[in-house]
């Protein structure tokens, strides 16, 4: 089997993207830094500079310098970097990129302004980039791992380190938390106090399994880049195809799927539409490789090109006919352009939850069942799978499980005393993923 070239149009399609993207003057310097909402939960906003405000944020949306999210009553939203570091916002919190850039060495600079609310940083601290946060009167600048919690308000502002030692600077000079430490800030009178222990939040939890959860299904992470790793490992595959090489491949796909059926169009300044995709899973393969459809077992995704990311996502074989790039702001406006389903991830799952073939993962909140691999199986046998759930990252259980087939076993990843179950049901036979 030999391997697919690109189409005429395609590569026409794309020549014409490339040279539109190389005629905006600043595409070159921004482009270097791209960073994405890894997971969104009830109501989130996103203000990404483009003239018209705030408006809804939905998974996997690209954040770039200068954008601003905020979170609303039982909002959550996580953003995830290029190394797998991670940001996670509490309800009713606002936060700016004000610098996502690269230094003259080319190491990666974030700068990041808390504005209001309370937010959680577990920054991994890879080949030497650097990472600031302001927040209050106080700044945070890292050249190194660290895990922390970070609260400001007009009077007072406090952190809460887990890992790590953070310097803070500000009114009252530097001052040094180290692990399991907290700080308080007095932003009136120009002071701080030290406390030896840490004061439990009620997200927390949430935060902790969220991080458990990247840790579980980013390891041995072979691209170089983090994010975006452990959702493909948690609800897909990879296997080695004939003639293609090594090829990834979400569970619950079908014969009639395709990965652009589901997504949005959103307009960036500097860099024009750019697609969001639906899908849990779905950042590196839209923004590195090139998808395939491939006989017998529909589409896939071949890893690559991680030299310089996509705007809009790179496939072999025939155009998919719902899959219309947007080149130039349709009808004079800059305003998202939905493809198929696309929006926020509730906060809580519902007690009740249908995977069907074709789904392709859509509608499954990271880590609220394990063993995804083994229920893929029973969905392309029978068409769909009813999963019972348990509430997912509740301030009160750590989690979530599942039992798959009636009789066997399998808890979440993130290890929950709460039950739940999964039957399959034959009632709608189609063709499910081929693994």
């Known amino acids: 089997m030999s391997k697919p070239s690109l189409s005429r149009y395609n590569m026409i399609l794309l020549a014409v993207a490339a040279c539109a993207l190389l005629a905006l003057p600043a595409l070159a310097d921004s482009q270097a830094r791209i960073v994405r909402l890894s997971d969104v939960q009830g109501s989130v906003q996103i203000d990404k500079n483009t003239g018209l405000g705030f408006e809804n944020a939905f998974l996997n949306l690209p954040i770039t310098q200068g954008a601003q999210v905020r979170t609303h009553d039982r909002g959550r939203a996580e953003i995830e970097f290029e190394d797998g570091s991670t940001l996670r916002l509490t309800p009713n919190t606002t936060v700016e990129f004000s610098t996502l850039g690269l230094s003259d060495s080319g190491k990666r600079m974030s700068v990041i302004n808390l504005v209001e609310g309370m937010a959680y940083v577990n920054w991994l601290g890879k080949s030497g980039d650097q990472f600031s ?60 106090a030290l406390a030896k222990n840490v004061e439990e939040a009620p997200l927390d939890s949430w935060d902790k399994e969220a991080s458990s959860y990247h840790d579980q299904y980013a390891k041995n992470n072979s691209s170089p880049y983090g994010y975006g790793a452990s959702d493909l490992n948690y609800y897909g595959a990879y296997s080695n195809v004939p003639g293609y090489g090594m090829m990834w491949q979400p569970f619950f796909t079908g014969v009639g799927w395709d990965p652009f059926m589901n997504g949005a169009w959103s307009w960036y300044p500097g860099y024009g539409y750019m697609f969001a995709s639906a899908y849990p899973w779905g950042w590196m393969p839209y923004r590195y490789g090139s998808w395939m459809s491939v006989p017998g077992m529909g589409w896939m995704w071949q890893p690559g090109g991680y030299s310089n990311w996509l705007t809009v996502p790179r496939f072999a074989g025939t155009l998919p006919a719902n899959f219309h790039p947007l080149v ?35 509608g499954i909140p990271r880590g ?8 893929n199986h029973q969905v392309a046998k029978s068409g769909f799978a009813e999963v019972q759930t348990a509430p997912r990252f509740s301030t009160t259980s750590t989690g979530s499980s599942a039992m798959t087939s009636g009789n066997s076993a399998s808890r979440s990843a993130m290890s929950s005393p709460s039950p739940a179950h ?4 034959s009632a709608h036979s189609s063709s499910g993923s081929h693994h």
């Open 368 to 375: 609220s069942l394990q063993n995804l691999h083994q229920l």
């Open 133 to 192: 946060l302001n927040f209050s009167r106080e700044k945070i600048a890292l050249d190194h791992a660290a895990h922390f919690r970070v609260q400001t308000s007009t009077q007072i502002a406090k952190l809460a380190v887990f890992k790590g030692d953070v310097e803070v600077e500000g009114p009252a000079g530097k001052v040094t938390v180290e692990k399991k430490k907290m700080a308080s800030f007095d932003a009136d009178n120009d002071k701080y």
């Open 328 to 362: 130039a702001p349709a009808a004079g406006t800059v305003k998202t352009v939905v493809v198929g389903r696309a929006g926020t991830t509730s906060a809580l799952l519902p007690s009740r939850l249908v995977v069907n073939a074709g789904s392709a993962g859509l």
């Open 422 to 425: 999964t039957s399959a049901s």
